[in-house]
Structures are given as C-alpha cells and as structure tokens.
C-alpha cells in the first residue's frame, strides 16, 4: 500500500529512548533526595539486594537498596518501620518504574549523630566506664578548682561569677581550649592532660554552655569520654543546659545540668560558713569559760595542798639512792648465779662429746646403704624372672598363638564371628583373620555336619 502524500507527522520515540531520556532527566535534576515514610512491601532475595515501597498517607515510591550499602546497617528493617532514605531519584528503564536508588537508611527521627551517641553509650557501658563503683568522690570543700572551658566562652564566666559569690577564696585555673569544630576534641583532650600533670586542681570542671547536638558533639567524642574516665582528678561534667545530656555526663564522676549548677554543687558558701564560723566562735568562748573556771578551782586545791619542795626532792632523792643499792646487789646476785650455771654446763658438754656418736651412726648409715644395695638388687633379680615367666604363659594362652598354629576367625559381612557352618549360605562374603593377615572369601557350599572335619586330615 503506498501513501498518497508524503508523511508529515514528527519522529516518534522508542519506549528505550523515551525512557532513557526520562532517567537522564531525573538523574540530573535530583542528585541526592532524603525522603521519610513507611517501609512496605520489604523483600530480600538470594542475592543480598533490599527491595521495597516507601509510602505516606497519599503515595509510595518503588526503593532499591544493593547489598554494597545495606551491609553497612547494624540492623535490619521491617515492615511498618518509619525510616528515612538518601539517595538518588532514577528511572528503572527495563520497567519504566520510577524509583530510588538508597544509599543510606536510619530510622526516621533518628539521625547518625543520635545514632553514633546510642551506639557509643552501649560500648563505653558494657566496658564498665558509667559504672558507678568506679567513680572518685569529690573534695569538700575543694582546694583548688580547675576548669577545661573555652576562655571566651560563657561558661567560664557563668563559674567564676558563681565562685566569686559562694567562697571567692578557693583558687581557680582555667586550662583553655575550644569546645567546637573539629579541632574541639583533641584540645579537650590536651586540657584533660594538661591539668593532671600540672597536678594543682583536686577537682575538674569540664563543660561549655548550651548549643545544639552538633555544637555539642565533641563531649560525644569516645577520645574525650576516655580522657575523663581515665582523669586522676576528680570530674565534673557541665555541658549546655539541663535537658542536655552528653557521653562525657556519664563517665564523669559528678553530671551538673548548667556550668553553673557545677560551680555550685563543688564550692561551699561562704554564708554557710561564716554562720557556722559565728555559732563555733559562741560555743569555743563558752567552753574556753568553763574550762579556765575549771582549772581556777583546781589550781586553788592543789595550792593548798603544796608541800615545800626542797623536802620533796631530798626524799626522792634519797629513795632513788635506795633503789640504785638495790639494784647493784641484785645484779651482782644474778651473775654469780649464771657464772655457776655455766660452769656446771660446760662439765657436762665435756663428758658428752657427739663426735663417739656421729662415728657409730655413720657406721650405722654405711651398713644400712649395703644391706638397701643388695636387697634391690635381689628384688629386681626376683621381678624379672617372675616377669618372664608370666610372659611365657601369656603367650600359651594367646589367640595370636592359636591362629600362627594354622587357625583362623571368621566373620560375615556384619563383622559377627562365624562359629557354625548353618551361620552362612552360599554366595555369602566372609572374611578370614590368619595368623599374619586377612582373606576375603565368598561361600560356595555350606556343610552342616557335626562330625569334627579335623578328623579327616591326614
């Protein structure tokens, strides 16, 4: 059939061209989406790739997520989880089935950082750092305060303006260092180390003021929370605001809600104290009263008791001259005594020299030492004959003996030993046990009668 006229219509795409175009279209105009919705439709081949629908109220979008990235999760999704997907728009062309390539999946509402925290916090808990046997009781009232917190900050001056309120007597030393970025972590760190070998602070405050998760990140940082769990001095962890909660919060011996709250929580309060110094100064006045009207009376008895001195000291005097006789006379006693002791016992040592005694016990050892030679030697004599006889009759009433005499054991397939022809039936294997090795025979006849086949032989 031909046309009249020539055909004016436009070209007409293929299905591959238009969607080829179509993929190319939304490769370029979506690089990389996050999309949040319900998991549906979740299926896991042999092959390790996800495949499944992310929908809302209204629509769902086909997802693939292949085995390179999906291996990456600690968990595995399930239907009806709401999640949040990155990744990237494209066109499954075989399908025309617009769809998501996801490069990365997390539960909606639940971002890496959130999920960096948990996954940190379970770690450093199995470890034992929040275990509460482990933390350092804090100084009361402390010494000398010390303070790992940017200079500029508003920490250091929510601290100081709290110090200089409560007890401005208690010296502080600020151990700078930034408290954001990515710098953050490793100078927290320094600062930690820094104050232990300076060795001056008996407590460590450790903080900065409020921000968000990501401004306060460096206090989830594992190399800070380690720093702290492993600080010699005891710790304080202030970071933001009260609802704020940081890694470093549960590896520090003491969590404040604010710095300020810290500065609190460790310095006394010098009303405190002055109130106390005043009631102190009351009681110490009226016992120091009490004591001197004490002491008054019993000086006035003990006056009219005193006896003249010079008289006291002639009798002591002559007392001690007593005693100094005394003890001449016993001492002298005592070693006359002991010279007669000695004497008797160096008689009696002469007359019972050991040196007769050790002559006839070494005399003694030596015979003893033969008499052991010759009876070990007639006992290992009598054991090894006793052993060859033995071993003479073990060998008569050996089976190995029986089959070297031209005897053999025989079995059947099931390895049951064969005592009776009417045990087996022609065309059954057997196997024979000779003396020196083993046959494998197949019966061809089998002979029931009793009468001894050995009686045959020539």
Known sequence: ?????????????????????????????FMQVWVEGELSSFARPSSGHWYFSLK????????????????????IPKEGDQIRIRGKVTLYENRGDFQIIVEHLEPAGLGPLQQAFDALKLKLQNEGLFDPARKKPLPHPPRHIGVVTSPTGAAIHDILTVLARRCPAIPVTLYPTAVQGQAATANIVRAIEQAQRHNVADVLIIGRGGGSLEDLWCFNEEAVARAIAACSIPTVSAV???VDVT???????LRAPTPSAAAEKISPDQRDWLRRLVEQEARLTQATRRQLQRLQTQL????????????????????M??????????????????????????????????RQTLTRANEQVAQLQQRLTMGMQQSLKHQGERLE??????????????????????????????RRADQLSPGQSIAAHLGQGRIQAEVTSVDT??????????
């Open 321 to 354: 001259d007593e005693l100094e006789i005394r003890l001449h006379q016993s001492m002298r006693q005592r070693l006359e005594r002991h010279q007669v002791r000695a004497e008797h016992l160096y008689q009696r040592l002469s007359t019972q020299s050991p």
């Open 56 to 75: 809302d109220k209204k629509c769902q979008i086909r997802c693939a997520m292949f085995r390179g990235a999906n291996q990456r999760l600690r968990d």
């Open 1 to 29: 059939m031909t046309t009249p006229y020539p055909d004016s219509r436009p070209r007409a795409l293929t299905v591959s061209e238009l969607n080829h175009q179509a993929r190319h279209l939304l490769e370029s105009s």
């Open 449 to 458: 009668d009793t009468t001894n086949p050995l009686s045959s032989q020539d």
């Open 300 to 319: 006035d008895h003990l006056h009219a008791r005193l006896r003249d001195p010079r008289r006291e000291l002639q009798e002591k005097a002559q007392r």
């Open 247 to 253: 890694i470093g919060d549960f590896v520090a011996d």
């Open 389 to 418: 006889h033995l071993a003479q009759t073990l060998n008569l009433v050996s089976p190995l003996a029986t089959l070297g005499r031209g005897y053999a054991i025989v079995k059947d397939e099931e390895d049951r030993i064969v």
């Open 240 to 242: 933001g605001h009260e």
